[in-house]
């Protein structure tokens, strides 16, 4: 296993997944542009089989939701998977609320998240 970190994301590979910690709490535009790109960056290296840790995230923007969906897009079109993990409440009943637990895959904790992506 190998970490890396940036301002806005650590990155933790596995075997079998590429396993990503949000580390801003608040995901706007700015922030959804960075991660986008550091995530569409590091994920190729395990196939596109990404894990989302968002236990630090209290405040999930638009432009994030759309980050998520286009993380999703990409890596169901490069072969791989995307799962989410470590939801609060308000971001939880956020995508309840606009159907995205619909689209993405939310996972229980951590382990489950790379047993969903693998």
Known sequence: M????STFLAVEKTDRALIASLLCEKVGQREAQILETELKAAAPSRQWRLA??????TVLASMGLGMLVTMHKECSAKGGRLAIFGLNGEISQLLKITHLERVLKIAADKDAAVKDVS
């Open 52 to 57: 989302l840790d968002l236990t630090a995230v």
């Open 2 to 5: 190998s970490e890396t970190t």
